[in-house]
């Protein structure tokens, strides 16, 4: 090869390698993403979202962390309640990475570390309860997983958000208990409504009939008050009748005998009247008839009658 050749190939093969050793030191940090940086084997710095350059051969990323939430699925854990009971939990973890240096330093498998002390956790907390307590207890486990794997993880750079209990298993002879548990229950339920459904029924027909006979007495007495009071008045009307025809008669007597003092009868027309009115008594339903003995002169039959005429108009 010509000598006057090698010396450009050599500058463009260490043009192109230090082109490259250029490139490889240029590092572009996503969103939500860090990166630790090492120089010679120690920790340097952390990178954060953006343009960063690292020193050639001496500087590394050791570890590229992602910052968003991470959601971990755990298997199935066996604990052991209060009661004795073995029962299979699965728990999900959410939990963020806040410090990508002590994520990188704290522990070899974060991941493993966390699944390792939730179950551990788990059992601790289930161990204090019974049966019906776990299951009935979802959320106070929850917190109290929380609260423990936060302050396990904190030096790890974790921070767990929430923990949930996915499943709770019990052995079949529990659940078989626990079912005809619930109908026993259902059916005592529908009992008690049934029963608290008659006996309102039975009230409410009751009252009913209570409210009928109120309500009848109510009428039968509004209605023999109306009856008494038409009967009142009935009797007010018949007084106030009878009352009136006497006085009309009384009053047409009157006026019959002022008729005849007025227009001066005689002595033999008042003697004529006189056995007029004694005909009308004779012909009543009396068996017996005193006559005065005036009757006989006409004359003082006459003058008695004239008598009461006067007295009669005064």
């Known amino acids: 090869m010509n000598e006057a050749l090698i010396g450009p190939i050599l500058i463009a093969i260490i043009l192109i390698v230090a082109l490259m050793i250029l490139v490889s030191c240029i590092k572009i940090v996503p969103q939500a993403t860090a990166m630790v940086v090492e120089r010679l084997g120690g920790y340097k710095c952390t990178w954060s979202v953006g343009l960063h350059l690292k ?8 570890k590229r962390v992602v910052l968003k939430e991470q959601v971990v699925d755990f298997a199935p854990q066996p604990v052991i309640t209060k009661d004795n009971v073995t029962m299979r939990i699965d728990t999900v973890v959410f939990f963020q990475i806040t410090d990508p240096k002590l994520f990188a ?5 974060p991941i493993m570390a966390i699944e390792n002390l939730t179950a551990t956790t788990l059992r601790n907390i289930i161990g204090d309860l019974e049966l019906d307590q776990t299951l009935t207890s979802r959320e106070t486990i929850n917190t109290k997983m929380r609260a423990s794997l936060d302050i396990a993880t904190d030096p790890w750079g974790i921070k767990v958000n929430r923990v949930e209990l996915k499943n709770i298993i019990p052995p079949a002879a529990i659940q078989d208990a626990m079912e005809k548990q619930m109908k ?8 008690i409504l049934k029963a608290e459904g008659e006996k309102k029924s039975t009230i409410l027909v009751a009252e009913g009939k209570k409210e009928s006979a109120i309500l009848d007495a109510e009428a039968e007495k509004q209605a023999a008050i109306l009856r008494a009071e038409a009967q009142k008045e009935k ?56 006559i005065p003995s005036e009757i006989q002169n006409v004359a003082g039959l006459v003058k008695s009658v004239t008598e009461v005429a006067k007295d009669v108009t005064e």
């Open 105 to 109: 330093y704290g522990v070899e498998n």
């Open 184 to 191: 026993a229950e259902r059916e005592r339920r529908e009992a």
């Open 55 to 62: 020193a050639p051969f001496i500087d590394r990323v050791a």
């Open 235 to 290: 009797m007010i009307r018949e007084a106030e009748g009878q009352a009136e025809a006497i006085l009309k008669v009384q009053q047409a007597n009157a006026d019959g005998i002022r008729f005849l003092k007025e227009a001066g009868a005689d002595q033999s027309v008042l003697a004529l009247k006189s056995l007029e009115a004694l005909a009308k008594v004779a012909d009543g339903k009396a068996t017996k008839i005193i």
